[in-house]
């Protein structure tokens, strides 16, 4: 978001603010340490544990249900409320997050993309740090055809692999699922590695899932199958790509799922690529969702679009930092 931007959405956010106070939707992917994390997704044990504290010392941290419960009825929410929300289902949600979640007797949502629960495959944008980013002596140039795009990149050194690699994630993550398999086929063979992911990266077992909804601290939710940006695909994949998702958490959990997440669900106001657009509001609302997050900054009121909320991204601050940006946004 660019600096004109950046002071419209102050400005429009400290107006808001005056005529209701605002909650927060804060957005995580993993709690754990990893050697490598270009994508800044993990937060680490011992700050997520003291942001936890902090959330639960100065702030009204609600359940899932609770949040809905307000927005359906127009409500304004109690002063300084906060949810807590995962993207993705990464195994250390269950293995690393959730005891330090009970510990603080924090609840939290948990939205689950279903492709590669249960596998050991990694989500594409892991894997391409794999690929690209763990030491695979690589090939000097990459020519590589996307979507029907031929695309050419240096690859000989240690910064132009690493450039090759941001470039590729931002051209991957407009694509649909099938291109980006297409794609990461292609790059395992370039690099001459496997399609085996790593223990370090992996999605939750079924099992380790289960466990999870059994938690009184956990809400589970859908973010679709193979984790596209929905707003790129028509409305008829939109619908599968969501109800997938739904479908097999409901099946495994035997429960219904109320709540979606937008995978990246970034908002743009220019140009033809789209994370999320009307009609995947439409999907959601056929599918019987009940509430979706998308990932965009901005705070919580009563008028806000109960089907594309804005969400907060936390990334491995410490307590310090957390607190100061917790009362910035309650502040603007």
Known sequence: MGKLSDAIFSAGNFVANKIQPPAVILLYHRVTSLAQDPQELAVSPANFDAQLQHLQADYNVLHADQFLYYLKRGKPLPKRSVLVTFDDGYADNCLEALPIMTAQATPALFYITTSKLNTNKEQWWDDLERVMLTGNTLPATLEITINGAAHQFNTATSSAITDTYYALQAILRFCSPDVIDQAMQYLYSWAGCGADGRP???????????????????????????????????????????????????????????????????????????????????????????????????????????FALPRILVRDWPIAEFKSRMERFFKL
Not at 270 to 286: M, V
Request: include cysteine; aromatic fraction near 12%; hydrophobic fraction near 30%.
């Open 200 to 306: 370090t990266h992996r999605m939750m077992t079924f099992d380790e899932l289960r466990a999870m909804a059994d938690s009184p601290y956990v809400h589970i939710g859908c973010h679709t199958h193979r984790h596209p940006a929905v707003g790129m695909l028509p409305y008829t994949q939109q619908l599968q790509e969501i109800g997938q998702s739904k479908e097999i958490l409901e099946s495994l959990l035997q429960e219904p799922m109320q709540h979606f997440s937008y995978p990246f669900g970034g908002r743009k106001f220019l140009g033809s690529k789209r994370y999320y657009n009307a009609d995947s509001i439409k999907a959601c609302k056929e599918l019987g969702l009940q509430m979706v997050c998308a990932n965009y900054y901005g705070q919580v009121h009563t008028w806000s679009n109960r």
